[in-house]
């Protein structure tokens, strides 16, 4: 709901501007990350995925970044929506992709 | 529909009674979770299980208890809740045989969980 926004980071955005949400993981055996979205009300809904074998991933609208080097994440959404307002979410899987590690999130703010 | 389904949705109760949260999903999927949603914690990750009576320990699993007897469920047991498992809690499930390839965690729409 709408106490998982605060106390985390915003980012706001002009409407039809490209966004940019970072993340930092801190394991360095972890194989294979997520981003995730998560709209007020909800539970956390997928975005995209990438292998720790690659540094680049697209889909729909969407990039994902991987720098292993310095254990760091990014999503790139192109043309922001105001359907993209929410909570992003990065995790992490490691042990398999038994255990799951999340970020904290960034709030995406999209102004109209 | 692929579904996540929890029960109860908001769940108020007091000090040292014993509740049950279920999970139930209808995708066949082998591994199912638990998380809990705490205002600048993000989600932590409290039990999993990798298939029927396989469960293991997350990050933060004091407190809780899970079973897995069938597939398709895997409710969270608070035992004896206390005012600091106040908090969203998330079920998820995604199929093992998808992992690291187009793995997807499916999750529930959350339920929210006060203790007095």
């Known amino acids: 709901g709408e106490s998982v926004g605060l106390h985390l980071p915003t980012l706001s955005v002009q409407e039809g501007d490209n966004s940019i949400i970072n993340c930092a993981y801190s394991?360095?055996?972890?194989?294979?990350f997520i981003w995730y979205k998560q709209e007020s009300g909800k539970g956390p809904q997928f975005i995209i995925d990438?292998?720790?074998?690659?540094d680049k991933r697209q889909g729909q609208r969407v990039t994902v970044l991987l720098n292993k080097t310095v254990k760091h994440l990014s999503l790139q959404i192109a043309a922001t929506q105001p359907g993209d307002s929410a909570v992003y979410f990065c995790?992490?899987?490691?042990?398999?992709?038994?255990?799951?590690?999340f970020g904290t999130g960034t709030k995406l703010q999209v102004i109209p | 529909e692929a579904q996540v389904t929890q029960n109860p949705r908001y769940l108020i109760t007091v000090t040292g009674k014993k509740l049950t949260v279920t999970c139930s999903q209808n995708?066949?999927?082998?591994?199912m979770s638990w998380y809990r949603q705490d205002p600048g914690l993000g989600l932590r990750q409290i039990y999993y299980?990798?298939?029927?009576?396989?469960?293991d320990k997350g990050d933060v699993p004091e407190g809780y208890k899970v079973s897995r007897k069938e597939k398709r469920n895997f409710p969270l047991i608070l035992e004896s809740p206390s005012p600091n498992q106040t908090s969203l809690y998330f079920c998820?499930?995604?199929?093992?045989?998808?992992?690291?390839?187009?793995?997807?965690?499916?999750f529930g729409p959350g339920t929210r969980l006060t203790v007095t």
């Open positions: 394991n360095s055996a972890s194989d294979y």
């Open positions: 995790a992490d899987l490691s042990g398999g992709y038994q255990k799951v590690t």
């Open positions: 299980s990798m298939n029927v009576e396989v469960t």
């Open positions: 990438i292998r720790s074998n690659m």
């Open positions: 995708m066949n999927h082998e591994y």
């Open positions: 998820a499930s995604s199929s093992l045989a998808l992992a690291g390839v187009g793995y997807e965690q499916y």
